[in-house]
């Protein structure tokens, strides 16, 4: 560069830097408008400082400004004011005598630049921003139903976070156990979108994806939306969520429920267990404790093999075989004994004990269990306990040792593990009757069901001596009860029913005598009764009196002669 050219350079320069010094009209930078602030639904105040030391604000005109388009939408006249046509037609109104423009039911459309200008052409103007702001609603939160593979080799999605009509756009943060997540290559990406509703108000789209591992299994998610007010920053967070995580199976297991002595007839669950998420495809197998041998392999999709009511056949050596369908690896469990508590059926010798009265009888009860055992022999009638032990020894039998006794084998370690087996005793005799003779009140015409019990061995029969319609049920072997459905008529009233019991041994009898009810007298005869001898009362205390005043005025034929003939006449 030659020396000419630097020095008209360095005046253009220098040139410059005067205009600006200057301040050449018309390129001056504008100073900042004032900010104005507001929710959505609410009014917002744009108040005209421009004239606010002269107070004149007989004319006035107020601009929106939108896309560097301006746009007159209010005259101010003599203090009155008019709104032109268009979009703030119907909206906008003047307060504080002119100085301030009232715009109401403020949308997001709303935001932009206002600005007032006074009447001389060059008069100064006074800009306003106004902003607008929305909260969004509560942030729904969609976690991936799917699942997510551990063994995947790009992020994948994780949850789908929406924040509804809110304005400006809001910002979400992921959180992960309430740490939040950043971006991280290969790792973490958040993909995040906006819509724009047709209110002028945003919906926000997050998308979460992530790389997961094993121990992400039981993480929670969630979604954070921050936004602004006109009162400051605030922020919703989503509900939490968890993500199926598919991870390979490492290790299988085997549980039994309940835990503790199993006994026959409860409900028992073997569970196959594993670590792998899906589980595997399980099957079960059982050996016998004894051989080692296996007796049955059952294939369980749920992994639950259940035994109700359980027996002692389910007893054991069981073990868990787990198969991963994506590896095609089956992995064992630990064999584990189960042991099915039990008692046998319990036997009684001798089964049908039959006695003539006065002698002996001996009763032996047998049982197996996998446990110690504990006998004890109890009246079937009463539950009165009679013996303690497999033995029960019966002398001097009378008719009423006739009957029940049940023997119960059980096992007091496991409470509830008992069986029993009834017996009953017969006594040869004949009948014996519940009742020898009995009164029953009863209504003539009246249909009067009798009953009739007798007991013996062998069992009796039972007949009545009178007709109508009879019916026997058996109580026990040696027991009988016969019912009769009869007419109360005046000859059964003076015969009265008898019932016979008879067997081969003897025959019995009860009778059963039968008395009219007496009859009380009806309310209204015994109303008649009371006042009656109340009437009688009154009467004679009135003639009482009657005679006691005859009798001090002397006119009564009692004097002292007549105590004296009462008396010789006693005498004799």
């Not at 100073?31 to 400082?49: D, I, M, Q, W």
């Not at 095609?328 to 042991?339: H, K, R, V, Y």
């Not at 047998?366 to 022999?377: G, P, Y």
């Amino acid at each position: 560069m030659g020396l000419p050219r630097l020095i008209c350079a360095f005046l253009l320069y220098a040139c410059c830097c005067c205009r600006r010094a200057a301040g050449v009209p018309g390129e001056a930078e504008q100073p900042a408008p004032e900010l104005v602030e507001v929710e959505v639904g609410s009014t917002a105040l744009l108040k005209c400082s421009l004239f606010q030391s002269q107070g004149n604000f007989s004319h006035v005109d107020w601009f929106s400004v939108h896309k560097e388009k301006r746009v007159l939408i209010f005259r101010v006249r003599q203090g009155q004011g008019q709104s032109e046509p268009g979009e703030y037609q119907h909206r906008l109104s003047l307060q504080d005598r002119g100085a301030t423009l009232a715009l109401t039911q403020v949308t997001p459309h709303d935001e932009r630049i206002f600005l007032c200008q006074g009447k001389r052409p060059r008069s100064q103007e006074h800009r306003i921003q106004l902003r607008v702001y929305k909260a969004p609603e509560e942030p729904n939160i969609q976690a991936n139903a799917l699942g997510i593979p551990v063994n995947s080799k790009e992020p994948s999605e994780v949850a789908t976070c929406v924040g509804r009509n809110g304005y400006p756009i809001p910002q979400v943060i992921w959180y992960k156990n309430g740490r939040p997540l950043k971006e991280e290559k290969n790792r973490v990406h958040i993909q995040s979108s906006q819509t724009v509703e047709s209110s002028g108000l945003y919906t926000l789209q997050s998308i979460l994806k992530a790389q997961l591992v094993k121990e992400d299994k039981d993480a929670q998610f969630y979604c954070e939306l921050n936004y602004r007010l006109p009162s400051g920053n605030h922020m919703k967070e989503s509900r939490e969520v968890t993500v199926p995580v598919f991870y390979p199976t490492e290790k299988v297991w085997l549980e039994v429920e309940p835990v503790g002595m199993l006994k026959e007839g409860d409900r028992v669950e073997i569970r196959c267990l594993a670590d792998g998420n899906p589980p595997p495809h399980f099957s079960i197998s059982k050996q016998n404790l004894s051989t080692r041998e296996a007796e049955e392999e059952t294939t369980v999709d749920n992994g639950v093999l259940v035994l109700e009511p359980a027996r002692k056949e389910h007893s054991g050596l069981y073990e868990c075989q787990g198969l991963d369908l994506d590896t095609m690896i089956s992995l064992p469990s630990e064999a584990q004994e189960l042991l099915v508590n039990y008692v046998s059926d319990v036997q009684v010798s001798p089964a049908d004990p039959e006695r003539q009265e006065g002698s002996s009888l001996t009763l032996t009860c047998e049982a197996e269990s996998s446990q110690a055992l504990e006998f004890q022999w109890l009246r079937e009638e009463t539950g009165q306990v009679l013996e303690r032990g497999s033995v029960l020894r019966l002398h001097n039998l009378k008719r009423e040792a006739g009957g029940g006794y049940r023997c119960m084998a059980s096992v007091p370690s496991i409470p509830g593990l008992n069986r029993t087996q009834l017996v009953n005793v017969a006594i040869f005799g004949p009948p014996w009757m519940a009742f020898k003779e009995r009164k029953l009140w009863v209504k003539e015409n009246m249909v009067l069901n009798l009953s009739c019990e007798a007991s013996g061995h062998p069992r009796p029969t039972i007949s009545w001596n009178v007709n109508g319609t009879a019916s026997e049920q058996d109580q026990d072997p040696q027991r009988v009860l016969s019912t009769l459905n009869v007419l109360v008529t005046p000859e059964l009233l003076k015969t009265g029913v008898e019932c016979t019991a008879s067997n081969d041994l003897g025959k019995n009898t009860s009778v059963l005598f039968l008395e009219l009810e007496r009859k009380l007298p009806e309310p209204e005869s015994q109303g008649v009764v009371i006042v009656a001898v109340i009437v009688c009362i009154l009467v004679l205390a009135v003639l009482g009196a009657i005679l006691y005043f005859l009798y001090k005025k002397g006119k009564l034929p009692c004097g002292r002669s007549g105590k004296q003939e009462m008396e010789r006449n006693t005498s004799i």
